[in-house]
């Protein structure tokens, strides 16, 4: 199973981003699906996530200016990044919950998009 991710990119302060991460392999069903991300010198956070029926969390710094979607026939999700701060600078990731064919399920990353924000 692999996650490719894409859509990031260097913006101004204010702008917008669409980050998609689509999974691809031997995938039987996806579970929750989500993206963190991991800035220089911080622990990687949880930004958002989604269920397959499509209940969403968001990380507080997230909550009114990303958004979090996903397109289950095409196993991708995405992420809508609006009105962003200097402080959204990271690298973002992709997670999936994956069953696979033979019915074993593991937790998927994907290789990583740098956002970056300027002032």
């Known amino acids: 199973v692999q996650l490719q991710a894409s859509g990031g990119g260097l913006v101004q302060a204010g702008g917008s981003l669409r980050l998609s991460c689509a999974a691809s392999g031997n995938i039987y069903s996806i579970d929750d699906m989500g993206w963190y991300r991991q800035a220089p010198g911080k622990q990687r956070e949880l930004v958002a996530r989604?269920?397959?029926?499509?209940?969403?969390d968001y990380a507080d710094s997230a909550k009114g200016r990303f958004t979090i979607s996903r397109d289950n026939a095409k196993n991708t999700v995405y992420l809508q990044l609006n009105s962003l701060k200097p402080e959204d600078t990271a690298v973002y990731y992709c997670?999936?919950?994956?069953?696979?064919?033979?019915?074993?399920?593991?937790?998927?990353w994907g290789q990583g998009t740098q956002v970056t924000v300027s002032s």
């Open positions: 989604i269920t397959v029926g499509g209940m969403t």
């Open positions: 997670n999936a919950g994956v069953r696979t064919l033979t019915l074993e399920r593991d937790n998927y």
